[in-house]
């Protein structure tokens, strides 16, 4: 895994902070002060309400643990794909029906607002630049700490993927997302994770949702048969990750938390029949119909 910091992803964030965003780790007094001044800073300057009003459109409340589910996460993805100042909308919404990420407000109304995204960064820079150099200070003080969990993530990725096999990893960090909280683009030869440090089961999860991707369809029919309240394509990807990263009860309980209420019941499947990425056909068809009701 390589570490490539994103300026794009820092000014977003820091967007978030100017409107409440408080999912940090509160107990990191580094980043805790950094997000403090950040907030004063967008006291100081009297935000433009327009900008702070996208920034709220990201909240839509699906998951109480988290307002900003799922569009808090989709416009730190987008970013990935903004360069020059503009942002390859049609590749972008491809890549989030792809994962299967659906706006819960509607397409329509989603892609004239991601739409906006090079203009608010724009703007953003402008504000945070002033930032950006203690924010980059603390980040690379810690890359150092962050090599253990890096190499603890490549036991489990062979045995799944095979000696050779496993996919390329880019960390591009935000000190001020949730530890619990990773996004991901799957780029050109690689996969780039957004996440406050690496962590072996969200690195896991970025890595295994891509292989799971490739079953979405075969997961879409049977929600739209049984209903998706229990099992949707991320539950396969968080009960897989959880499981090879030997995570217990209280991560399961997290998922559960976060509303993904069917990881306990694919995990056990996990753990009876040790699935590899070979044979991950089998082991999702195996679930899908053991779950039928």
Known sequence: MKIKSNPKVFYLACGLLADGDRR??????????????????????SLDADVLQWFNLAKTGQV??????????????????????????????????????????????????????????????????????????????????????????????????????????VLAPNLFASPFATDFVKLE?????????????????????????????KIAVFCEEYGDEYVTQECFVRALSTILAGGGEGRMQSHVNCGFVGVPTIAKYFEEHRPKAENLTDFIETVLKGMEV
């Open 64 to 169: 109480e643990e988290n307002p900003y589910w799922p569009r808090g996460h989709a416009m730190l993805m987008a970013v990935l794909f903004a360069d020059d100042g503009g942002l390859d909308i049609d590749q972008f919404l491809e890549f989030l029906e792809g994962i299967n990420m659906k706006d819960p407000i509607g397409e329509d109304e989603f892609r004239e607002w991601i739409g906006r995204l090079p203009e608010i960064l724009t703007y953003i820079e402008d504000v945070f630049r002033g930032f950006w150099n203690e924010y980059c200070r603390i980040m690379l003080a810690r890359t150092p700490q962050w090599a253990p969990k890096i190499e603890a993530s490549h036991r489990p990725l062979k045995e799944f993927f095979g000696r050779g096999n496993v996919p390329n990893l």
């Open 189 to 217: 030869g690689a996969t780039a994770m957004i996440a406050c440090k690496p962590d072996v089961e969200n690195i896991l999860q970025e890595v295994l949702r891509d292989s799971v991707g490739l079953h979405s369809k």
């Open 24 to 45: 940090y780790d509160h107990d990191d007094t580094e980043v805790a002060a950094l997000a403090e001044k950040i907030r004063e800073a967008t006291q100081e300057a």
